[in-house]
C-alpha cells in the first residue's frame, strides 16, 4: 500500500461499519491544486499524493503534512536550480547584449574606415600618378598594414613606425628632387639621421603622430575594452550555483508546493536574502565593475571629440599643402645641409641623369583651395566616410548611455530578480507570502551586499572564508583593462599581450594631456633661397610626386583618423 493512503479504523454501529480516518490524518488536505502546477512544470503526477501525507521524509522543506515525497523534492530541488541560472541570464541580458552588439559594430566600424582611407589613397594615386606612384606605393601600403596590424593587437609601436614612414618619404622624395646624383642605403640612412634637424617637412610628422597615436591607442584600447567587458559579462552570468543556494532556493521556490500552496509566492524581503547569499561573489565585482565602466566612458569621450568631420576636413589638408610645399621650397636649402653632413654624393650614370620625370608631373604644386571640392571619386569616398562618421557620432552617445546603465549591475542583480512578479508576491503584499516556513510576514532584516555581509544570513549557508576563484580572476581581468582604458585616456600605449604588471604603461603614445596638445598643426616655414632658374626647373619637375603622395596620403590618413582621437 502506498505510503500516502490514509489509514482508517473500523467501528462497529449498531449493526454498521463506521469507517473513520485515524487521529493524525483529520488536518490532512488535498493535493490537487499541487497537482497541477507540478504537472504544469512537465513532471509525471504518478507519484504524487491526492493528499498531505507524513513530512519526516523531507530533507530541505519542513517536515509537516505534505503533499511532496522525496522523489518530487529531488525534482523540485533541481528545477528551482535551473529557474535560478535561467533568471540570472535574463536579468543580465542586457549588459551582455550592450557590449556583444556594440563590439561588433565598432570593430566593423574602426576596420571599414581603415578599409576606406587606403583604397581612396590607392585609387587616387593610381589615377594621378600612374606608374610612378605603383613604383612607390609600398610606402603607403606599409603605413596601412601596420595601422590595421596595430589595431587587431599586433606589438606595433606606433611613434616607431610612423617615425620609419616618413623616414622611408624623405629618402624616396630626396631621390626624386637630387636626380642627378646616385644614393645608396648608407647615404639614405645619413638622409634620415638630419630629418629631426632639418625638418623637411614642417612640424607636420609630429603633430601627426600625436594625433595619429591617440587616435589608435583610444580605438584600440575602446574595442578591447568591449571585448573584456563581453567576455566578464558573459562569464559571469553562467552562475553555478553552490548545495547552500540550491537548499535555499528550494526552500524558497517550492516548498510551499510541498505545503499545498503552490500559489503563494516568496515574501520580497525572503528572496532578497536568498539571492544576496546566493549571489554574494558576483556582487563583489560589482566595484572593479563600476571603476571599468568609467574608464570606459572617458575613452568614449576621446572617440567624440569637439570638431565634425566638416569643420575639420578643409584646415587639414591645407595645412599639410602648406607643409609640402615647404619641403619643395627648401629643397635645396635641405640638399645642401645633407651633403654637408653625409658629403658629396656620386653622380648618377649619363642616361639616369639625362632622363627627366614624366611630363605630368612638371605643374608646379599650388596651394589647395577650399573652394574646389572634388567631383572624382575620391569625393564621393570622402562623402561616404561622413556618413560613417555621422553614424559613428550616434554610436558613441548610444554606448555611452547604455554603460551608464550597466553600472551595478551586478550588486543589483537579487533586486532585479526579486522585483519580478514572477518570482515573489511583491512589496505590497507582505502578510500573504511564503516566509520559508508558512504564509506569513517575513521577519528577518536584508543582508547587505558582497560576500562578507553574508557571515550571518538567515536563509543560505555561506562559507565567507573561501572567496569564489572564477569570480576573482574577473576582477583581476576587470582591473588590467580598467589600467590599459586609463592609460589610453591620457594618450599612452601600453602592450594589451601583457597583463602581468597592471601599472606599468610602456609602447607608444604622446602622453600629452587635453591642455598641451595641439587641436589644430603648427607649421614651421623658412624663406626659399634664390636659386639659379635652370637647377629650379629641375627641381620642380621631380619634386611634384613628393607634393602628390604625401599631401594626398595624409588628407585621407588624417580625415580618418584625426576624429578619432579626441
Same mark, same amino acid.
Given at each position: 500500500m502506498p505510503s500516502w493512503i490514509p489509514a482508517v479504523i473500523l467501528l462497529p454501529l449498531s449493526g454498521w461499519l463506521l469507517s473513520l480516518p485515524v487521529a493524525a490524518d483529520v488536518k490532512a488536505r488535498s493535493c490537487g491544486e499541487v497537482r497541477q502546477a507540478y504537472g504544469a512544470k512537465g513532471f509525471s503526477l504518478a507519484d504524487i499524493p491526492y493528499q498531505e501525507i507524513a513530512g519526516e521524509h523531507l530533507r530541505i522543506c519542513p517536515q509537516e503534512y505534505t503533499?511532496?515525497?522525496?522523489?518530487?523534492?529531488? %525534482? !523540485?530541488?533541481? $528545477?528551482?536550480?535551473?529557474? #535560478?541560472?535561467?533568471?540570472?541570464?535574463e536579468t543580465s541580458h542586457f549588459v551582455r547584449t550592450t557590449f556583444v552588439s556594440r563590439h561588433k559594430k565598432f570593430d566593423e566600424f574602426f576596420r571599414e574606415?581603415?578599409?576606406?582611407?587606403?583604397?581612396?589613397?590607392?585609387?587616387?594615386?593610381?589615377?594621378t600618378y600612374g606608374m610612378l606612384y605603383m613604383q612607390n606605393s609600398e610606402v603607403f601600403q606599409d603605413l596601412f598594414t601596420e595601422l590595421k596590424r596595430y589595431y587587431t593587437g599586433g606589438n606595433v609601436n606606433l611613434e616607431e613606425m610612423l617615425n620609419d614612414f616618413w623616414a622611408r618619404l624623405l629618402e624616396r622624395m630626396f631621390q626624386l628632387i637630387n636626380p642627378q646624383y646616385h644614393f645608396n642605403e648608407d647615404y639614405l640612412e645619413c638622409v634620415s639621421k638630419y630629418a629631426d634637424q632639418l625638418k623637411p617637412f614642417g612640424d607636420v610628422?609630429? %603633430? !601627426?603622430?600625436? $594625433?595619429?597615436?591617440?587616435? #589608435?591607442?583610444?580605438?584600440?584600447?575602446?574595442?578591447?575594452?568591449?571585448?573584456?567587458?563581453?567576455?566578464?559579462?558573459?562569464?559571469?552570468s553562467k552562475v553555478s550555483p553552490t548545495p547552500g543556494c540550491i537548499r535555499a532556493l528550494m526552500k524558497m521556490l517550492y516548498c510551499p508546493?510541498?505545503?499545498?500552496?503552490?500559489?503563494?509566492?516568496?515574501?520580497?524581503?525572503?528572496?532578497?536574502?536568498?539571492?544576496?547569499?546566493c549571489l554574494a561573489n558576483q556582487a563583489d565585482l560589482d566595484t572593479e565593475w563600476n571603476l571599468f565602466i568609467d574608464a570606459m566612458l572617458l575613452v568614449a569621450e576621446r572617440l567624440e571629440g569637439p570638431f565634425n568631420i566638416e569643420s575639420v576636413m578643409d584646415p587639414i589638408d591645407v595645412k599639410i599643402s602648406e607643409a609640402i610645399m615647404n619641403m619643395q621650397e627648401n629643397s635645396m636649402q635641405v640638399s645642401a645641409k645633407v651633403f654637408q653632413g653625409c658629403g658629396?654624393?656620386?653622380?648618377?650614370?649619363?642616361?639616369?641623369?639625362?632622363?627627366?620625370?614624366?611630363?605630368?608631373?612638371?605643374?608646379?604644386?599650388?596651394?589647395?583651395?577650399?573652394?574646389?571640392?572634388?567631383?572624382?571619386?575620391?569625393?564621393?569616398?570622402?562623402?561616404?566616410?561622413?556618413?560613417?562618421?555621422?553614424?559613428m557620432q550616434h554610436s558613441v552617445t548610444d554606448i555611452k548611455e547604455k554603460l551608464k546603465l550597466s553600472k551595478k549591475v551586478w550588486s543589483a542583480l537579487p533586486y532585479t530578480i526579486c522585483k519580478d512578479d514572477r518570482v515573489t508576491a511583491g512589496t505590497s503584499n507582505e502578510e500573504e507570502c511564503w516566509n520559508g516556513h508558512s504564509k506569513a510576514r517575513y521577519l528577518p532584516e536584508i543582508m547587505n551586499d558582497g560576500l562578507t555581509n553574508q557571515i550571518n544570513n538567515p536563509e543560505v549557508e555561506v562559507d565567507i572564508t573561501r572567496p569564489d576563484t572564477f569570480i576573482r580572476q574577473q576582477i583581476m581581468a576587470l582591473r588590467v583593462m580598467t589600467n590599459?582604458?586609463?592609460?589610453?585616456?591620457?594618450?599612452?600605449?601600453?602592450?594589451?599581450?601583457?597583463?602581468?604588471d597592471e601599472s606599468s604603461g610602456s609602447g607608444s603614445g604622446s602622453g600629452c594631456m587635453d591642455d598641451v596638445c595641439p587641436t589644430e598643426f603648427e607649421f614651421v616655414t623658412t624663406e626659399a633661397p634664390a636659386v639659379d632658374p635652370d637647377r629650379r626647373e629641375e627641381d620642380s619637375s621631380a619634386a611634384p610626386l613628393g607634393h602628390g603622395l604625401l599631401s594626398w596620403s595624409l588628407v585621407f590618413v588624417v580625415l580618418a583618423l584625426q576624429r578619432l582621437c579626441r
Open positions: 503533499c511532496c515525497t522525496t522523489d518530487m523534492e529531488d %525534482k !523540485l530541488s533541481q $528545477q528551482s536550480k535551473l529557474e #535560478f541560472e535561467n533568471l540570472v541570464e574606415l581603415l578599409e576606406n582611407a587606403e583604397k581612396s589613397l590607392n585609387d587616387m594615386f593610381v589615377r610628422p609630429r %603633430k !601627426l603622430k600625436i $594625433q595619429v597615436t591617440r587616435a #589608435f591607442i583610444a580605438a584600440r584600447t575602446f574595442v578591447q575594452g568591449l571585448t573584456v567587458g563581453r567576455e566578464v559579462a558573459n562569464r559571469v508546493y510541498c505545503r499545498g500552496l503552490p500559489a503563494v509566492r516568496p515574501c520580497n524581503n525572503y528572496c532578497l536574502n536568498v539571492m544576496k547569499g658629396q654624393p656620386k653622380p648618377a650614370p649619363a642616361l639616369r641623369s639625362a632622363r627627366s620625370a614624366p611630363e605630368n608631373f612638371n605643374t608646379r604644386f599650388r596651394p589647395y583651395n577650399p573652394e574646389e571640392r572634388p567631383t572624382t571619386a575620391a569625393g564621393t569616398s570622402l562623402d561616404r566616410l561622413r556618413t560613417v562618421w555621422r553614424t590599459k582604458l586609463k592609460n589610453a585616456y591620457n594618450g599612452n600605449d601600453v602592450n594589451f599581450q601583457d597583463t602581468s
